[in-house]
């Protein structure tokens, strides 16, 4: 941290995480709510920088941001390149299609020669899907092309994303619908991510996190914003 300021990387895009919300341009979400209260815990300004998950590892790096407070998936290669926090959350994955889809009913009508498979380029999904489909087609969406957009323009059949992003589809558009995966496929826990090599200031966002879930903080945020099934204990 520089002159007195947190910045945090998130994405705004991210429902009922780190969401800009478009009918009044304010920020809103789980780490909007957590951000805010590490930057009054620390007792310095807050600025919000933008980022995705194919780039904010980049921003930690290059010093463009002290810490990524957006639903950061755990994954091996991530974490050979950042710093993790104790995990506060986890998610399967889920499929998202239109209502009008009748090829694609059930998730294992999924996997299947001509389908194609939308994945947002650098989240969790993409490796998840190129491992595990032998048949469909998995087409990685990069800015400023969406994934909703791919599903409505025909191009995709199908795409993968978490419980809060999915949750937003069908409360937002009513033409979506999710498909609920078998068991916990997929599931992923979700921590903030620091660069590497800072064990004082990984310390201290832990001891926050702890201090968020000890006195309710943490699951009363969640409650708002409609995250309570996917809250780690």
């Not at 590490?38 to 290059?62: I, Y």
């Not at 950061?72 to 050979?80: E, M, S, W």
């Not at 009513?174 to 496929?185: E, K, N, Y």
């Amino acid at each position: 941290m520089t002159r007195g300021e947190l910045q945090a990387c998130i994405w705004p895009e991210y429902f009922a995480i780190s969401y800009r919300n478009p009918r009044n341009g304010e920020m809103e979400g789980l780490d909007i709510d957590m951000a805010r209260a590490l930057a009054a815990r620390l007792g310095v300004r807050l600025a919000f920088v933008e980022t995705n998950f194919a780039e904010f590892m980049d921003r930690l790096d290059d010093g463009g941001c002290d810490i990524a407070m957006m639903a950061v998936g755990v994954t091996p290669a991530r974490a050979r390149r950042v710093a993790f926090s104790k995990p506060y959350m986890a998610s399967p994955v889920y499929a998202v299609t239109t209502r009008t889809n009748t090829r694609i009913q059930s998730w294992q009508d999924i996997d299947r020669a001509g389908t194609v498979v939308a994945v947002a380029a650098g989240t969790v999904m993409e490796p998840l899907m190129r491992e595990t489909l032998r048949n469909a087609e998995v087409m990685v969406v990069a800015a400023p092309r969406t994934r909703e957009g791919e599903i409505l323009s025909g191009r995709a059949d199908v795409f993968m994303s978490d419980y809060p992003y999915t949750r937003r589809m069908v409360l937002m558009h009513d033409w979506a619908r999710v498909i609920d995966p078998p068991g916990r496929f997929g599931e992923t826990l979700y921590a903030y991510a620091i660069a590497r090599g800072d064990a004082a200031w990984l310390a201290e966002v832990n001891a926050f996190l702890e201090r968020m879930r000890g006195d309710g903080s943490l699951l009363r945020s969640a409650q708002r914003h409609g995250l309570t099934p996917i809250m780690l204990p």
